[in-house]
């Protein structure tokens, strides 16, 4: 996997701990322990708290995956 | 330059040469077949001869609206189409020519028997002078013979007053679609036009298709190919006016309720609905000034996520599900269940 989507799967990774755990619940553990052993270890994401999730500064590939997960996972 | 801008004036160069050239090609045989008639209908003395040509009409009133489309940002020929992400035509802009179009065919049946009204007068006349020009010499002496005792009216050839008003007719029809031509504008005759363009029947060979778009579609059609550019035409309050007009259009085609009668849900099957979009105007507003205030401090909801989605192109999708999915390799997870341990083999699937 190159740099960029570990980088990118850290970033998913902090915004996925901010969901709440009925929306977190319906990711199958199975993929958020994918992200947990792919993601870059040393890729320190910088989230803004006064920004909404649109707002923030991420990589491309993160908003690709976040929209995957959004589709596959959590809209009905 | 942007590709897209270079996409959108080379789809616009040729949808306009295809255009412009039809057109002259009609024009230049309505021209000539204008003069001939002029002469014709000079010939034989009816007044007031003065034929305009339609689809010249139609050409300067082409020029005229697409300078109104470019004033607002647009362009009457082509169009960005998002979900394609391809250029095409204009949805407003084919509506008003094709509309045009429909009227300068129905101008040039209103030539043609104007055309053929001058033919069958000019016909009568042309007997009536060789009936007098084909009178034997003994018949002409004897009646000059006549004449010098019995005053004898010249006969008159000119046309009489019912034959002007048979020309006069058949012309102004003719004319009545030019000046309705020339006085289309935006405000007054766009909605028409794209009423007729999406309500429009249509017959392709036997099977004759009601309407243009299934009511179902017609909401969505509004909000994505016409409201944005009515609104940047500034006509936005013309929207209120086409739902009506466009409702009263299907309304025609309901079925007879003694027959059939169809329940308030499968009804946005036969009469588009526009309330949905009614409803989500009021919430937009509402929406914007919450999200705007929305910041991750609160956490991150399902509306984050949409929104986010609503930005990603489908090719990039499509790229990273591909990358994803070469990493992706099937996880044991053991679970407990009823205090036993059963290895549970999970594929993971992004699909």
């Known amino acids: 996997m190159t740099l960029v989507y570990e980088n990118a799967l850290a970033e998913v990774d902090s915004i996925l701990k901010l969901m709440p755990e009925d929306l977190l619940h319906k990711i199958p553990n199975s993929f958020l322990n994918f992200i947990a052993q792919k993601k870059s270890k040393s890729y320190i994401p910088n989230l803004d708290f006064d920004l909404s999730l649109d707002e923030q500064n991420l990589l491309e590939e993160t908003r690709t995956i976040l929209s995957l997960i959004y589709r596959s996972y959590l809209c009905n | ?351």
């Not at chain 2, 102004?172 to 030019?178: E, F, S, V």
């Not at chain 2, 059609?221 to 609104?231: F, G, Q, S, T, Y």
């Not at chain 2, 059939?260 to 919430?283: G, H, R, T, V, W």
């Not at chain 2, 489908?314 to 059963?342: G, Q, V």
């Open chain 2, 1 to 351: 330059m942007d590709k897209n801008r270079i996409k959108m004036q080379q789809f616009e160069r040729q949808h306009k040469e295809t255009l412009f050239s039809k057109i002259n090609e009609v024009g230049s045989k309505q021209f000539d077949s204008i003069s001939s008639l002029t002469t014709s209908a000079k010939d034989i003395g009816q007044s007031n001869v003065d034929i305009p040509n339609a689809s010249t009409t139609l050409n300067n009133k082409i020029v005229e609206l697409s300078k109104e489309f470019e004033k607002a940002g647009l362009s009457m020929f082509a169009s960005k189409i998002e979900l394609y992400d391809t250029i095409g035509s204009s949805f407003l802009g084919d509506a008003i020519i094709h509309d045009l179009i429909d009227q300068l065919a129905e101008s040039s049946e209103k030539l043609i028997n104007y055309t053929k009204e001058l033919e069958n007068i000019t016909k009568i006349k042309n007997e009536q002078k060789l009936a007098l020009q084909n009178i034997s010499p003994m018949k002409k002496f004897l009646l000059n013979l006549r004449a010098l005792f019995v005053p004898v009216k010249p006969v008159d050839l000119s046309l009489t007053e019912e034959e002007q008003k048979t020309l006069n007719t058949a012309l102004k029809d003719y004319k009545d679609i030019d000046e309705k031509m020339w006085k289309y504008n935006l405000k007054d005759n766009l909605v028409q036009s794209l009423v007729k363009a999406i309500a429009g029947s249509q017959k392709i060979g036997d099977i004759k298709i009601e309407h243009n778009y299934e009511a179902m579609n017609v909401p969505d059609l509004l909000e994505e190919n016409i409201i944005p550019d009515l609104k940047k035409l500034k006509l936005d309050s013309l929207i209120p006016q086409l739902q009506d007009e466009l409702v009263e259009e299907y309304k025609k085609d309901l079925p007879d309720p003694k027959t059939f009668k169809i329940s308030q849900e499968d009804m946005f099957l036969y009469i588009p609905n526009f309330k949905k979009y009614e409803k989500n105007e009021e919430n937009k507003n509402e929406e914007k000034s919450v999200e705007n205030r929305r910041n991750i401090r609160n956490g991150v909801t399902l509306k984050d996520f949409s929104t986010i989605d609503k930005k990603v192109s489908e090719s990039s999708r499509r790229t990273t599900l591909n990358t994803l999915k070469r990493e992706i390799r099937p996880i044991r997870e053991i679970s407990k269940l009823n205090d036993r341990k059963i290895a549970k083999e999970e594929e993971i699937s992004l699909e």
